[in-house]
């Protein structure tokens, strides 16, 4: 399971939307199926396709496809919980992703991850990003703290993250989706 198509299962199963999980395989032998290629002709996963047909690609828009349509309590319950989702997705997104795949692939130190998490660390409130709620910013990270805490196990230096890892990753909608096998983040 890639981090992407994960962060979608995630969202899915916390804002407990009913649906029909197809996996494709993401290599090998044969590749994609045809007709996952007319549904998104990039290629890539996750891809939701809706009961009118239309279609939702890209990880982080079909997070706010879900919580736009079917569990708006996942958007944040006030003006400063959805500016500080925006900025902690943000950090993940152009920070924390882009690094952590070049620390993984050997052409970045660690100290430069180490960064993005003393700053992620600052903006977590606890137990969730915003507090009590679950929201899209959990959903959004979860996958590559996955990653990172079973690689590197970088969260005993940062409580907040640390305690805001283990809480997550404890729900019942987000343990469901981890598997043993796992794509890194490319």
Known sequence: MCP?????????EMGSVPYNMVE???YGAGGK???FWKLNPKGEVPVI???DGSVVADSEQTLDYIADNFAKDMRGMSQEDMRLITTWRTC???KLKPIGKRVVCGSE???????VLQELEELVVTPCVVGHQFTVADASAIPFFQRLEK???LLKDYPRLS???KHTSSLEGVKSTFRSSWWWWW
Request: hydrophobic share 40%.
């Open 4 to 12: 992407f198509a994960q962060r979608t299962w995630i969202a899915l």
């Open 24 to 26: 494709v395989s993401l």
């Open 33 to 35: 199926p045809d007709w």
């Open 49 to 51: 396709q809706t009961l």
């Open 92 to 94: 993940i997104n152009n």
């Open 109 to 115: 130190r660690l100290d430069s991850l180490h960064k």
């Open 151 to 153: 690689e590197y196990e």
């Open 163 to 165: 305690k805001w890892y």
